[in-house]
């Protein structure tokens, strides 16, 4: 069997571990980076589970700061890594991260992933993202998570034409946003949404940004004479 993506690799191993049973020593073909492997069951579930446990971890590694939401155990890292983050709202200033981190999740999630700009995008853009949604969820059972920047900008109406879609769990949905959401949101978005605020940089984590910077030879200088 032909695993292509982590999508794929999370709901086969979510089935096989619950149907498995005494079968884990059965010896089978697999493609493990396209190389065709003769290995027991057990033994592939255990190489599944190591990509998508880890993977998302070392990308986790390289946020800097906020350490309350994603550090080690806390609850949002622990939901990205077991691929089952719900509704949220990202709110804190600007270069704290929200658009980082909502971009890890993409990569992190076995679901499908839309991001729409509040300032450009509005109910039509939305209907369409819900239409599709709602066939893949029926179709493949995979979710959507809809990442909308700015999310304050959005009006009432706009709002309210979001709220079936989350009551249904069609759409789960990241706001990201610089305004305090319990004010500039509507309560009826907020109170179906986990918030996790996001603090400025301190002086140490931007130290820690350029000494990173500075040092890592695969995203950053450190091949350079720097």
Aim: proline share 4%.
């Amino acid at each position: 069997r032909i695993i292509p993506d982590k999508a794929v690799l999370n709901r086969s191993v979510a089935v096989a571990l619950k149907h498995l049973g005494n079968r884990q020593n059965l010896r089978a073909p697999f493609f493990i980076g396209g190389v065709g492997v003769e290995i027991t069951i057990a033994i592939f579930l255990e190489h599944c589970l190591h990509i998508i446990h880890t993977e998302p971890v070392s990308t986790l590694l390289l946020i800097i700061g906020q350490k309350h939401i994603v550090g080690e155990g806390k609850l949002l890292r622990r939901a990205i890594l077991t691929d089952r983050l719900q509704s949220s709202i990202f709110f804190g200033p600007p270069g704290t991260g929200k658009t980082t981190l909502a971009a890890i999740v993409a990569n992190a999630t076995g679901g499908a992933f839309v991001k729409l700009n509040a300032v450009t995008a509005g109910v039509k853009e939305l209907r369409a993202i819900v239409e599709e949604a709602e066939q893949r969820l029926r179709l493949y059972r995979q979710p959507t998570y809809l990442l909308l920047d700015e999310c304050h900008r959005w009006n009432k109406t706009q709002s309210d034409s979001l709220l079936p879609a989350l009551e249904k769990g069609i759409i789960r949905f990241i706001g990201s946003t610089t305004e305090n959401p319990m004010i500039a949101m509507t309560s009826a978005i907020v109170s179906r949404c986990r918030v996790f605020q996001f603090y400025p940089l301190s002086s140490e984590d931007v130290e820690q940004a350029v000494l990173s910077a500075v040092a890592d030879e695969e995203r950053g200088f450190g091949k350079l004479p720097v």
